[in-house]
Nanobody
């Protein structure tokens, strides 16, 4: 059974940095290699939105609001995906979820890690 566990959230002041991690387990390594990995976030009272996605090819996509501030990366040997977040703003506050989309289109989600940015 695939499991995604996020960590690294916390409370920071505006301008600060955080690094989120998403550890995947319960699948063979080739499935992880071939999957698209992403980070999404949901602010209180809002719908979940895409933050960053990394395709298995290595190409990345970012929400306009986080471009040049956030970086998604993947360590296949550790089955871990990271989201480096710099120059954080209060509007970055939310629950951040890790997503894994297999080649088969099977979708998996973590439970989320809270990020709070104060002004």
């Amino acid at each position: 059974q695939v499991q995604l566990v996020e960590s690294g959230g916390g409370s920071v002041q505006a301008g600060g940095s955080l690094r989120l991690s998403c550890k995947a387990s319960g699948m063979i390594l080739s499935v992880f290699w071939g999957s698209e990995m992403g980070w999404y976030r949901q602010a209180s009272g809002e719908t979940r939105e895409l933050v960053a996605v990394r395709a298995s090819s290595g190409s990345t996509t970012y929400a306009d609001s986080v471009k040049d501030r956030f970086t998604i990366s993947k360590d296949n040997s550790r089955r871990t995906v990271y989201l480096q977040m710099n120059t954080l703003k209060p509007e970055d506050t939310g629950l951040y979820y890790c997503n894994m989309k297999e080649v088969s289109q099977r979708d998996h989600w973590g439970r989320g890690t809270q990020v709070t940015v104060s002004s």
